[in-house]
């Protein structure tokens, strides 16, 4: 069974240059419980990508093609029905949690709103003690203390933990996340890393994993596809692909990473 | 000879809540040979950018002595996206160090074209402006202004932390040929021990103002006696042999 089936997916867009092909006939299928990677480096699409896998993209993007979460062709629900999964069955962790948290609302009240936007009115009424648990999940030393922190007051790898805290707080089926450790120091990333495999290992979640570091791609992934200008190039297990790159831009990037190791 | 010399570097700042002091740099000394890649590693807050600043005279350390007898000082930053003035053509931009040095213009026109080729970038890159420019061009560009002055001692701050791995690669060889070719110094900050590892000879690790291990490139790197030496290196992940 299929989490996510993506087919032929286009997002273009029109700019005074003429027509720019961000996306350009991307087609993969994340299954239940996989952690699908994406590799490529900038510009290459990855993150719009993502973006229109929500339908996230602002006008005047075109996107075409066919994007099924569980069966259902998200391109094609209403905008009421898709704020309804945006943030709760699909979920997105982004590379830089400074500018993904609003500066003016503590962490508890930001976490809040994920709660009110999407739960039950008995959930509702217990948001606080929620929110305090889904910190303890990713083990933030003091919980109580964070719930009334401000953004400014944590360090980037705090933060990192709030947003994927945030987005497991509703129990999504699909989590994406877009170079969740870019930002951090490399100890910091080995850390979060870490938390990240225990939270595939418990929950079983379907995860689209967006990276330009191989070295991520190679820690956390099952299949992998590679992608350069706006289309995959390969896709394929993990381990063929790394161990046996058959596309020479696979192989390029393969080897810039060797020379460096 | 010593090109760089630090002896029991301070440096604080006052706190963001204005409570206390930071110690950026917290009694550093070290010496750095001439034509030898000095390699300077770290995280985030570490203060290895604060001592190159110091080495290279844009800070002052509160106490501490710096001796720094190369002749000509350059230095190549992190983002060339904010290093290049983005109303200066690429001419201006590689020959304004020349410029100031009020060298004939026969001469600037002379250098600017072997930096041009020494960074290899086409001849009509002069006539543009940064902007339209990829980032790994634009760090070319950067290097191109750093050598046409013909400099003893660069200061390298992460200087491809920027850019894509493949082009990390290439602009990190190219750092690499000037060096040997030119007998450059260089204090090669970076927070990636690989980068550091490809060009550096020597290492120093610093951590929280302070350097915690320092050596030879090998050593650090296959037998490091420090544990948050080895906390930085069993941190990289690892593509290569990849094992299932």
New interface residues.
Partial sequence: MDTLKINNLKTYFHTKEGLVKAVDGVSFNIKKGEVFGLVG??GSGKTLTALSTLKLVPAPAEIGGEVFFNGADILKMSEAYLRGIRGSKIAIVFQEPSTSLDPVFTIGYQMMEAIYAHRSPEDRSRARKIVLGYLERVHMPDPARIFHNYPHQLSGGTKQRVMIAMALINSPELLILDEPTTAL??????QILDLLDEIIEKEKLSILFIS?????I??MCDRVAVMYKGRLVEMGD??DI??DPKEPYTR???E?????? | MTIVKCENIKKFFPSQKGTGLVKAVDGVSLEIKKGRAFGLVGESGSGKTTLGKIMLGILRPDSGKVIVTAKRTQAIFQDPHNSLDPKMKIFDIISEGLVLKKEPRDSIIKKVDEALELVRLPRNALNKYPHQFSGGERQRIAIGRAVVTHPEFIVCDEPVSSLDVTIQLQILNLLKDIQKRFSITYLFISHDLRAVKFICDEIAVMREGKIVEEGVTEDIYFSPKDPYTRLLLSSILDVYPFKT
């Fill in positions: 480096e900038s120091d490399v100890t910091i990333q080995a330009h570091d191989l070295g991520i190679a820690r993990k381990a790394l161990n390029s990037l393969l810039s990473v060797k020379a460096l190791a």
